[in-house]
């Protein structure tokens, strides 16, 4: 999706250093660039956070807010479950190829990505949890990601700033009593209380994967591809991973071809790999981004998300 034109011989710098294992800003092929992550971007959702992967003005940006509210079921819907729903869209601002209509195939891509990674018992979150009254009301989690600036892997940054947004989630307290109608049947009814100190974490938040994307540059591959990398990219693979190392989803995209069969598994190994020391790397952050906002706590309001440091 990159809409960088690079010349011919730029095309070719970049192609020669990857398969001697040189990348153009000197990281080697499996190398990442550095992090920046916030949580508590939003004061009215339930879970927020905004996640930087590379550095300010050449890093891609996302920006996720979670907002929980109550459902009714409905029949045909399952019984005892939560929900969860994705939206992404890309700002126009973030590249020129967005403007207008031009981002509605990429919101569709990233939306249903992200979907195929959270519903489902393969993300961690147990829906079971979010079930109030089985047949009768349930939490629905609204997870709308917006992408400020691209840089290369949105993707990985779409999910380090979702699962931060995810974790950061905490749900009012919902007491459920049975009481009897006139006619002496038992029904159960629910309150939830409207008390801001008076929250749950959303359980299960820590079980969800982290993604990997490898991009494929002439006879080698990439992770964490810049915007350069990404304009002479062949094929790309994104397989998210659990914290047990289970491999959750894979998606595959890309311009021209797929990986070759015989380095599919070498893939799946290293990516196993790199998830585990994505994960480790992703709870320092994720630990400095509450310490940071604890911080924050008793410095007067802005009133914007956007005025704070990051």
């Known amino acids: 999706m990159a809409s960088l034109i690079l010349s011919p011989a730029e095309q070719d710098y970049i192609i020669r250093g990857v398969e001697s294992g040189f990348r153009a800003d000197g990281r080697g092929?499996?190398?990442?660039?550095?992090?920046?992550?916030?949580?508590?971007?939003?004061?009215?959702?339930?879970?927020?956070?905004?996640?930087?992967?590379?550095?300010?003005?050449v890093g891609t940006d996302v920006l996720v807010g979670v907002k929980a509210e109550v459902n009714s079921w409905t029949p045909g819907e399952p019984e005892d479950l939560g929900s969860i729903v994705c939206n992404v869209?890309?700002?126009?601002?973030?590249?020129?190829?967005?403007?207008?209509?031009?981002?509605?195939?990429?919101?569709?891509?990233?939306?249903?990505l992200l979907d195929r990674i959270l519903n489902g018992p393969q993300s961690g979150l147990d829906l079971k949890k979010l079930c109030i009254i089985p047949k009768q009301a349930y939490w629905v989690l609204h997870i709308d990601a917006l992408v400020l600036d691209v840089k290369g892997s949105i993707v990985d940054t779409l999910v380090w700033a979702t699962r931060a947004a995810l974790m950061s989630t905490s749900l009012p307290r919902v007491v459920v009593e049975t009481i009897s109608d006139e006619m002496g049947n038992m029904q159960a009814e629910f309150d939830v209380v409207d008390d801001p100190e008076d929250l749950t974490p959303l359980e299960g938040a820590k079980n969800l994967p982290i993604s990997v994307t490898f991009s494929q540059i002439g006879k080698r591959y990439v992770v964490d591809a810049s915007e350069q990398e990404e304009a002479v990219t062949q094929a790309k693979l994104t397989v998210a991973v659990s914290p047990a190392m289970e491999i959750c989803a894979i998606q595959k995209g890309g311009m021209f071809r797929g990986f070759p069969p015989s380095l599919l598994a070498e893939i799946l190994e290293t990516a196993q790999?790199?998830?585990?020391?994505?994960?480790?790397?992703?709870?320092?952050?994720?630990?400095?981004?509450?310490?940071?906002?604890?911080?924050?706590?008793?410095e007067p309001s802005t009133g914007s998300t956007f005025l704070v440091q990051f």
Do not use: W
């Open 29 to 57: 092929s499996l190398d990442r660039r550095e992090v920046s992550l916030r949580t508590g971007m939003i004061s009215q959702a339930n879970g927020s956070a905004r996640c930087r992967i590379g550095n300010l003005g």
């Open 89 to 112: 869209e890309c700002s126009p601002s973030a590249a020129q190829e967005f403007e207008g209509r031009g981002a509605e195939e990429i919101n569709v891509e990233l939306t249903q």
């Open 273 to 298: 790999r790199i998830a585990r020391e994505e994960l480790t790397r992703f709870d320092v952050h994720y630990a400095q981004a509450k310490l940071h906002l604890s911080s924050q706590a008793d």
